[in-house]
């Protein structure tokens, strides 16, 4: 089992930043990627960003490269990844999910193991 549980969600005006965060725990975490998932209103969920357990691996929507960064910190039992969020769009607004998958990456919704609570972004313009 990996749990997973969100944070720093919020409202920010169209330019700002906010930072994400989710705690993973579990029996063993070295096997999964962790990433980030969102849903905005009335939308299918889209793929943000993904992370390798050792961090060695990324790669990122084409609509958020260059603004979002995703990083991970911790050991195999327990850790945090980051969504770095800059220069926030109106557009970004959703509902952010974190999501763990066994193996390299996380980026395609059918295939993730398990699921945060998810977390509220609001940019305003």
């Known amino acids: 089992q990996v749990q997973l549980v969100e944070s720093g969600g919020g409202l920010v005006q169209a330019g700002g930043s906010l930072r994400l965060s989710c705690a993973a725990s579990g029996r063993t975490l070295r096997d999964y990627a962790l990433g980030w998932f969102r849903q905005p209103p009335g939308k299918e969920y889209e793929s943000v960003a993904t992370?390798?357990?050792?961090?060695?691996?990324?790669?990122?929507a084409d609509s958020v490269k260059g603004r979002f960064t995703i990083t991970i910190t911790g050991d195999t039992r327990r850790n945090t990844v980051y969504l770095q969020m800059n220069s926030l769009k109106p557009e970004d607004t959703a509902v952010y999910y974190c999501?763990?998958?066994?193996?390299?990456?996380?980026?395609?919704?059918?295939?993730?193991?398990?699921w945060g609570q998810g977390t509220q972004v609001t940019v305003s313009s």
């Open positions: 999501a763990a998958r066994k193996g390299m990456s996380a980026t395609m919704k059918s295939e993730i193991d398990y």
């Open positions: 992370i390798s357990w050792s961090g060695l691996t990324t790669a990122y």
